[in-house]
């Protein structure tokens, strides 16, 4: 089946620091999801890609669907506190109409 | 709008006992799905439903069984618990339109099989 790495698997950083994750696939993907998870909770979406080369913003959060089409990035600029939490990737492929392929996810933890 | 509904929160059973984990969303999505996060192994698809009626089995399967009679609810249920389900589930739903993959989760369930 179609495989994601996701890295790194976990960051630590100081407040105020931007960052970076990615996810990069064996296979072409035809969308790119990003998630947030809170401890406790479900994962939330932030940002949804469909088209190689897009660069989409959700407010400091920015998200590229690689040209490839085979990876996505998401970077945090100005990290606060409450962006703490584990960031999935997620993909469709083109074979698969249906189902989602999750990364295992980057925790970020951001010291005050 | 309550969007994905899930109930228990929390659950222990124990080995060998089977219940049912419940799912309900209020957002007319016709795709429904079932997922378990293990730590280190991130989101992996349990079973899913495009619709009333059709379901589909993920990547792991085995020792649960779903069915849905209602575009609303998407229950799990485990016939017979074993340790190794001791897990989170999560429950999601989205639009089936092809251009759209946006999918919402639901708060969880938390079992332990003991």
């Known amino acids: 089946g179609q495989q994601l790495n996701q890295s790194p698997q976990s960051m630590f950083i100081q407040e105020g620091e931007d960052v970076s994750m990615n996810c990069t696939s064996s296979s072409i993907f035809n969308t790119w999801l990003w998630y947030k998870q809170d401890p406790g909770e479900g994962p939330v979406l932030l940002i949804a890609?469909?088209?190689?080369?897009e660069l989409t913003s959700n407010g400091r959060l920015t998200a590229q669907f690689g040209i490839t089409r085979k990876d996505s990035f998401l970077n945090i600029s100005a990290s606060i506190p409450s962006d703490v939490g584990i960031y999935f990737c997620?993909?469709?492929?083109?074979?698969?109409?249906?189902?989602?392929?999750f990364g295992k996810g980057t925790l970020l933890t951001v010291n005050p | 709008n309550a969007g994905v509904t899930q109930t228990p929160k929390f659950q222990v059973l124990k080995t060998g006992q089977s219940m049912t984990l419940q799912c309900a969303q209020d957002m007319n999505h016709e795709y429904m799905s079932w997922y378990r996060q293990d730590p280190g192994m991130g989101l992996r698809l349990i079973h899913y439903?495009?619709?009333?009626?059709?379901?589909d089995q993920g990547e792991v399967p085995n020792g649960y069984n779903v069915s849905r009679s209602t575009t609303e609810d998407f229950p799990l249920r485990l016939l017979s618990a074993a340790p190794s389900q001791t897990s989170v589930y999560f429950c999601a739903s989205r639009r089936q339109e092809t251009y759209s993959y946006e999918q919402y989760f639901g708060p969880g369930t938390r079992l332990t099989v003991t």
């Open positions: 439903s495009v619709g009333a009626g059709i379901t």
């Open positions: 997620a993909g469709r492929g083109g074979g698969s109409n249906y189902k989602l392929t």
């Open positions: 890609l469909y088209k190689a080369g």
